[in-house]
């Protein structure tokens, strides 16, 4: 079960790299990935950009991935991405590595049938998301309601780009 092996990287990872002292700093950073993401899978809840498929065990879906991924994973990367964040111009190449990461591993899953894309998301725009995202985040740890501020016609454009008009729900 491939999902069983990413989360134990990832909380050997956890153990290695988080800085579990001062948890209590990232957490409404966390928590304001985990709404959105969240909100993003009720929004699209019917017309999914993307999907986690699973191929071990059937009663493993979508659902129950996201769960894993939004609870276990995106805790623990953006725990660690929030810690070692640089100063000065070293956060360009920074903040490019994990757009590199994240593109790379979902370029991966892809491929294996892991990740299907749906209702016009691409490869593309997961990395356009990706650069979103690192920058937003860091954006949230520092001052939260500036990035509430960005993530509003954020989730407009996305919605008026990829989610579905009443005729197409019929």
């Known amino acids: 079960m491939y999902l069983l092996l990413v989360v134990s990287v990832y909380v050997v990872f956890a153990y290695y790299f988080v800085d579990w002292k001062n948890w209590r700093k990232y957490y409404p950073t966390v928590q304001y990935f985990i709404i959105c993401n ?24 979508h659902t129950l991935i996201e769960i ?3 609870f276990f994973i995106v805790p623990i990367v953006l725990m660690i991405y929030l810690r070692y964040y640089p100063a000065g111009k070293k956060q360009y190449v920074y ?25 016009g998301w691409n490869l593309f725009w997961s990395f ?7 920058i937003v985040v860091r954006i949230h740890y520092k001052n939260p309601l500036v990035a509430i501020a960005v993530s509003i016609p954020i989730i407009l454009i996305l919605l008026s780009l990829f989610h579905p008009t009443l005729e197409e729900l019929k």
Do not use: C, D, M, Q
């Open 38 to 61: 969240l909100l993003y899978n009720f929004i699209f809840y019917n017309h999914t950009l993307w999907k986690y498929k699973a191929v071990t065990v059937s009663w493993l879906n």
């Open 128 to 134: 356009i998301f990706n650069i979103i995202l690192f």
């Open 95 to 119: 903040v490019s590595i994990w757009i590199a990461y994240f593109t790379s591993i979902e370029y991966l899953f892809h491929k294996k049938g892991l990740f299907p894309y749906e209702n």
């Open 68 to 70: 894993a991924f939004s």
